[in-house]
C-alpha cells in the first residue's frame, strides 16, 4: 500500500535530523509496515541496519524505524539493543514505542529525535565555543552517569550519535551498548573507541569516559589527533582530556562523577544555568470537571506572559495523545507534543518522565486524585484544585481537603463553568480555600 502526504510529512517534520529523502532498497516512500506506519524517508544507516522515518498512521506522529536483517549475525545484538532501551527511562535516551518482527526483519519503532548531529554542528560551524563546549560535555556526562548507574555501557559515543535539540542533547544508537560484566560485545567506532576494546576485551565505565574525551577533542580542536591537545586553551582543559584518553583505564578518569567535577570547575561563569522552574499541580477529586483542560487554559497564560511552559500528563487518561489524532495542528518533537505555543509531555506507558527543565513554568496533570500521586502533588510549588459548581463536587472536594494539610497559601480552588450565582453560593456555604472563578486567566 501507498499513498501521497509527501508534503504533509516536509510540513509535519519542520526541520529533520537529516534530509528527508526517498528511499530506495528496502523499503519506499509510502510503504505502509505492520498496517501502522507509513515510511516518509530514510534517516541512514545505523549501527546494525538501516532507519527509516515513518509516520504512525493513527496519531499523525513521527518515529524512527530500525529495521535489522533476521539472518545477519548481529540480530541478536539489535534484540539485545530494544531490550536495554526499554527499561531505560531519561528524557535524553531515545524512547522505545514498539517492537515488531516479520519473517525477514526486525523492526525497532523508536523516538524521532529531531535536531542536528554534533557532527554535523561542527562541520557546519567550524569551531565552538569553550562555554558551549563543556555545557555539551556535561550533558553527555549526565547521560553517561544514568546509564552507569544502571550498570549499562554505552559503548559507541561519538559526534554522529549526539543529537543538539534545542537546549538539551539526545544520545542515540545503543546497538553497541552492553550490561556490566557481559562478555559479548562490539568494537565500537575507530578512533572513539577505548584500546581495551580492541584488546584486553576488559570493558567498564572507564570505557565511556575514553570515547567521552575524544569527543571533547574533537569539540576542541575538529579532529580525533591528541596531538592537538596541546593547543587546547584553558590548559585546565587539554588536561581534562588528555586524562580521559589514557591509552591505560588505570590512568584515566576514574568515573562520570569525577569529569563531571572537573569540568564544573573551568566552566566559564557566562555559561548558562539550568531554569529553577515553577511547579503547579492541578488537581480534581471529581470525574468530568475539566482539569486538563484548566491545566492548558493556565500554560496558555503564563506563555502570554512571554514564559516558557511544559504541560507533563501525570493520569493515564490519555487526553494529549487523542489531541494529536484530532488536532492538524499538531507534531512530535523529542517525545514533546508542540500545539500551537503549547508543549505537551504525555503520560508514555504510565509514567510522565520529567526533563531536564529548561522551562520556567511545568504544569503536572494529575487528573483525579490518588494517593499513589500524593508526595509528587506536595512537592509542586503551587496546588490548584479544580472543581465544578456543583454541590456534589464540592462536597466531593471539601470532603478530602485534609489530604492536603500544611499547603493552605499554596492552594487555589479553581471552580470551572461558574456563573455569578454559582460562584457566590460555594465560597459561601463550602468554604473553598482561595477560590477563582473560571473563566478567568488567574494570577497563580
Not at 89 to 108: L, R, S
Not at 347 to 353: Q, S
Request: proline share 2%; net charge negative; glycine share 8%.
Amino acid at each position: 500500500m501507498k499513498s501521497d502526504f509527501a508534503g504533509y510529512i516536509i510540513q509535519l517534520a519542520g526541520s529533520p535530523v537529516r534530509k528527508i529523502q526517498e528511499v530506495f532498497g528496502l523499503y519506499q516512500l509510502g510503504d505502509i509496515l505492520f498496517e501502522r506506519y507509513e515510511i516518509a524517508g530514510f534517516l541512514g544507516e545505523g549501527s546494525f541496519g538501516r532507519v527509516y522515518l515513518a509516520r504512525q498512521i493513527n496519531l499523525n506522529a513521527l518515529v524512527a524505524i530500525k529495521c535489522i536483517d533476521i539472518s545477519a549475525d548481529f540480530a541478536g545484538i539489535a534484540s539485545r539493543e530494544a531490550d536495554i532501551l526499554t527499561n531505560l527511562k531519561h528524557p535524553d535516551i531515545p524512547m522505545i514505542y514498539d517492537i515488531e518482527k516479520d519473517d525477514e526483519h526486525i523492526c525497532i519503532i523508536e523516538e524521532y529525535i529531531e535536531g542536528e548531529s554534533l557532527e554535523n554542528y561542527i562541520s557546519k560551524t567550524g569551531s565552538i565555543s569553550v562555554g558551549k563546549l563543556i555545557d555539551i560535555s556535561l550533558k553527555l556526562c549526565n547521560i553517561v552517569k544514568y546509564l552507569h548507574e544502571k550498570g549499562i555501557y554505552h559503548g559507541d559515543i561519538k559526534p554522529q550519535n549526539i543529537i543538539l535539540c534545542e537546549d538539551t542533547i539526545k544520545l542515540l544508537d545503543y546497538g553497541n551498548s552492553v550490561k556490566a560484566g557481559d562478555a559479548s560485545f562490539g568494537i565500537g567506532t575507530i578512533k572513539f573507541a577505548a584500546p581495551e576494546m580492541y584488546e584486553s576485551g576488559k570493558i567498564d565505565e572507564r570505557t565511556d569516559i575514553y570515547a567521552i574525551g575524544v569527543v571533547m577533542l574533537y569539540m576542541a580542536t575538529k579532529t580525533t589527533d591528541s596531538d592537538y591537545i596541546r593547543r587546547i586553551r584553558p590548559d585546565k582543559l587539554g588536561r581534562i582530556i588528555n586524562a580521559c584518553i589514557s591509552h591505560s583505564q588505570r590512568g584515566r578518569t576514574a568515573s562520570v562523577d569525577e569529569l563531571i567535577r572537573q569540568l564544573h570547575h573551568i566552566r566559564p561563569s557566562s555559561a548558562q544555568a539550568l531554569k529553577n522552574s515553577m511547579t503547579i499541580a492541578f488537581v480534581k477529586m471529581s470525574e468530568c470537571v475539566g482539569c486538563t483542560h484548566l491545566s492548558m487554559m493556565s500554560a496558555g497564560y503564563f506563555t502570554g506572559k512571554g514564559k516558557r511552559v511544559l504541560i507533563e500528563e501525570h493520569n493515564d487518561k490519555g487526553h494529549f495523545i487523542s489531541m494529536v489524532a484530532d488536532s492538524e495542528h499538531c507534531r512530535f518533537m523529542g517525545g514533546i507534543i508542540k500545539m500551537n505555543r503549547l508543549e505537551l509531555l504525555p503520560n508514555y506507558y504510565g509514567i510522565a518522565d520529567l526533563r531536564k527543565s529548561v522551562y520556567d513554568v511545568i504544569i503536572k496533570d494529575y487528573g483525579l486524585y490518588r494517593d499513589a500521586d500524593h508526595d509528587e502533588i506536595m512537592g509542586c510549588d503551587r496546588i490548584c484544585l479544580v472543581t465544578s459548581a456543583a454541590s456534589y463536587d464540592l462536597l466531593s472536594l471539601t470532603e478530602n481537603l485534609s489530604v492536603f494539610e500544611g499547603r493552605r497559601e499554596d492552594i487555589r480552588t479553581l471552580i470551572n463553568l461558574a456563573g455569578a450565582s454559582q460562584y457566590r453560593n460555594a465560597v459561601r456555604k463550602y468554604h473553598v480555600i482561595h477560590p477563582v472563578k473560571v473563566p478567568y486567566k488567574p494570577e497563580l
